[in-house]
């Protein structure tokens, strides 16, 4: 897995490329909380390079959305794959989860 973060306008957007499984999901999830320590609470997570999740990335996304809904933030997944967008629905997170088409309509929603 390859994580590629920038900021877009105050918005910290992780670019995943890769496999999110249990031998990459704790260095995602560090990353994730290195942000919100310094204070980010708008994230965006671009899946559009993502080929792989498991259970345990699935995981990392769910406490992420939970822990900023409590801290008044937001987290968007876009641009996913099908069948990682499969996942999601198969599972039913998708209804938990903000998922956008695009990075662009994950940016307008933020």
């Known amino acids: 897995m390859e994580v590629f973060q920038e900021n877009n306008n105050g918005i910290e957007v992780f670019s995943v490329k890769g496999s999110l ?3 990459t999901s ?9 942000a919100l320590e310094k204070g980010q609470r708008k994230l965006i997570f671009n899946l559009e390079n993502m080929d792989y999740i498991s259970s345990a990335g699935i ?3 769910l406490k992420t959305a939970k822990d900023l809904k409590r801290m008044e933030g937001s987290v968007i997944l876009c641009s996913l794959q ?3 967008k499969e996942v999601f629905d ?5 209804g938990y989860l903000n998922i956008e088409q ?8 933020l």
């Open 90 to 94: 198969i599972a039913g997170f998708d």
């Open 82 to 84: 099908d069948y990682v």
């Open 59 to 61: 995981r990392v996304m």
């Open 26 to 34: 704790a260095e995602f999830e560090t990353r994730i909380y290195a």
């Open 21 to 23: 499984d249990s031998n």
């Open 102 to 109: 695009n990075m662009e309509a994950a940016l307008v929603k």
